[in-house]
C-alpha cells in the first residue's frame, strides 16, 4: 500500500509543478499535498510538523505573489487606482474562465479600470500589458517556489 501512497504523491507533485504553469492547476496546492502525503506515508519520520510548516509557508508566499502580481505590474508603470483594482478583479474573475480567463483577465481589467479614469486607449493598452507582464513575472515566481518547496522536502526526507 505505501507504494500507491508513493506514487499517487509523486503524481500529486508532477501536476502541482504543471499547475505552476498552467493556470488552470492549482499547482502550489497539489504540490503540498502531495508532499503531505509522502511524509505521512513514512509517518512524519524523515519530515515533521515543523518541515511541513516552512514549506506551507514557502507555497503560501507563491501564491500571494502570484495572485497580487497583475497588480504589481500595473502599478509599476503609475496606472490609476481604478486600473489597479481592474487588474485584480480581472485577475480574479479571470479564474473562473480557465486558460483564457487568466491570461486576459489582468489585462482586460487593467485597461478597463485605465480607461474609466479618463486615460487614452493607448496609456489604458500599456497599463494592461504592464499588468500581463506582472502576470508572467507571478508564474515564474510560482514555479520558484514550487522547486522550492520540493527542495526543501527532499533536502529533509534525505537529511533528517
Same mark, same amino acid.
Given at each position: 500500500?505505501?507504494?500507491?501512497?508513493?506514487?499517487?504523491?509523486?503524481? &500529486?507533485?508532477?501536476?502541482?509543478?504543471? $499547475?505552476?504553469?498552467?493556470?488552470?492547476?492549482? #499547482?502550489?496546492?497539489?504540490?503540498?499535498?502531495?508532499?503531505? &502525503?509522502?511524509?505521512?506515508? +513514512? #509517518?512524519?519520520?524523515? *519530515?515533521?510538523?515543523?518541515?511541513?510548516? $516552512?514549506?506551507?509557508?514557502? $507555497?503560501?508566499?507563491?501564491? #500571494?505573489? +502570484?495572485?497580487?502580481?497583475?497588480? &504589481? #505590474?500595473?502599478?509599476?508603470?503609475?496606472?490609476?487606482?481604478?486600473?489597479?483594482?481592474?487588474?485584480?478583479?480581472?485577475?480574479?474573475?479571470?479564474?473562473? @474562465?480557465?486558460?483564457?480567463?487568466?491570461?486576459?483577465?489582468? /489585462?482586460?481589467?487593467? *485597461?478597463?479600470?485605465?480607461?474609466?479614469?479618463?486615460?487614452? %486607449?493607448?496609456?489604458?493598452?500599456?497599463?494592461? *500589458?504592464? %499588468?500581463? @507582464?506582472?502576470? &508572467?513575472?507571478?508564474?515564474?515566481?510560482?514555479? *520558484?517556489?514550487?522547486?522550492?518547496?520540493?527542495?526543501?522536502?527532499?533536502?529533509? @526526507?534525505? /537529511?533528517?
Amino acid at each position: 500500500m505505501d507504494i500507491v501512497l508513493y506514487v499517487v504523491a509523486a503524481l &500529486l507533485v508532477v501536476a502541482g509543478v504543471a $499547475g505552476a504553469i498552467l493556470p488552470a492547476l492549482p #499547482g502550489i496546492p497539489l504540490i503540498f499535498a502531495g508532499l503531505w &502525503l509522502a511524509a505521512g506515508t +513514512d #509517518g512524519y519520520r524523515h *519530515v515533521g510538523l515543523w518541515w511541513l510548516l $516552512g514549506i506551507a509557508a514557502a $507555497g503560501l508566499i507563491g501564491v #500571494g505573489v +502570484d495572485f497580487i502580481a497583475g497588480t &504589481l #505590474g500595473a502599478k509599476r508603470v503609475g496606472a490609476s487606482s481604478l486600473a489597479l483594482w481592474g487588474a485584480a478583479i480581472g485577475t480574479l474573475v479571470g479564474m473562473f @474562465f480557465g486558460l483564457p480567463g487568466l491570461l486576459l483577465g489582468p /489585462f482586460l481589467g487593467a *485597461v478597463a479600470g485605465e480607461l474609466m479614469s479618463g486615460n487614452s %486607449a493607448l496609456r489604458s493598452a500599456h497599463v494592461g *500589458v504592464s %499588468a500581463w @507582464f506582472g502576470m &508572467l513575472l507571478g508564474t515564474l515566481v510560482k514555479l *520558484v517556489v514550487s522547486l522550492v518547496m520540493i527542495g526543501l522536502f527532499g533536502f529533509a @526526507f534525505l /537529511f533528517n
